[in-house]
């Protein structure tokens, strides 16, 4: 367990619908990335978070959008949904975005996912 | 174009029959790079991380390697359980983001 949830475990929509995917990191960990895992595209990189403020900014399109809250958890919003938005989504947390070299600081940690299935 | 390329896809292997898995890169600035394990529909698992050429980490039957532009998975006397996906990600100086590569599929029959 690396201490990172996400919820929910599965998600079945349709097309044209909007969606909410929820992510808490692990304790102490300030920042927040977003990544998709499609069978095609491997993990891909959609966003990162660091302390509330938005960070980097991956191939994440504009249909989605992503928010960290002040207690740190994560939103990831989905809209406009198509057929090949359907993939795994997974959060992952580490302390804080490589400032130091070489520690553990930089390490991310990934939550179990949240597996979109859209019809 | 940052990229991160791991061979074999896939690899079959008795128990006890030890191996490598490669994972090759062309970065801009390496800051680090990063070996998970990932089971099917699970989240990846963090296994070691290697900052400098000639670095190495172990634990248990796997050991990981680094030069300046590749690093290897060694895998010793695997067991059933060692089954899983392993993905290599590199951290890019400056940046944030892990950039993976597409994965080994490693099956270890009994």
């Known amino acids: 367990d690396s201490g990172v949830t996400q919820t929910p475990k599965h998600l079945i929509t349709a097309t044209g619908q909007r969606v909410t995917l929820r992510c808490s990191p692990r304790?102490?960990?300030?920042?927040v990335y977003w990544y998709q895992q499609s069978l095609d595209q491997g993990l891909q990189f959609l966003i990162q978070y660091y302390n509330g403020e938005e960070r980097a900014k991956g191939n994440i399109l504009e249909r989605f959008s992503a928010q960290q809250f002040p207690d740190l958890h994560s939103e990831l919003n989905l809209s406009s949904l198509e057929l090949g938005d359907s993939a795994l989504y997974f959060c992952a947390s580490s302390v804080e975005p490589g400032r130091r070299v070489h520690t553990r600081t930089d390490t991310q940690y990934f939550g179990p996912g949240t597996r979109l299935t859209v019809l | 174009e940052d990229q991160v390329t791991q061979s074999p896809e896939a690899l079959r292997l008795q128990e006890g029959e030890s191996s490598s898995l490669n994972c090759s890169y062309t970065v801009s600035g390496l800051r680090g790079l990063f070996w998970y394990r990932q089971d099917p529909g699970k989240g990846p698992e963090f296994l070691f991380t290697?900052?400098?050429a000639g670095e190495e980490k172990e634990k248990e039957r796997l050991k990981a390697t680094l030069t300046k532009k590749e690093s290897f998975l060694h895998i010793t006397a695997p067991k059933p359980e060692d089954s899983a996906t392993y993905l290599c990600a590199v951290l890019i100086q400056g940046a944030q983001k892990l950039v993976f590569g597409q994965g080994t599929r490693l099956t270890i029959n009994p």
């Open positions: 304790s102490g960990d300030l920042s």
């Open positions: 290697l900052y400098s």
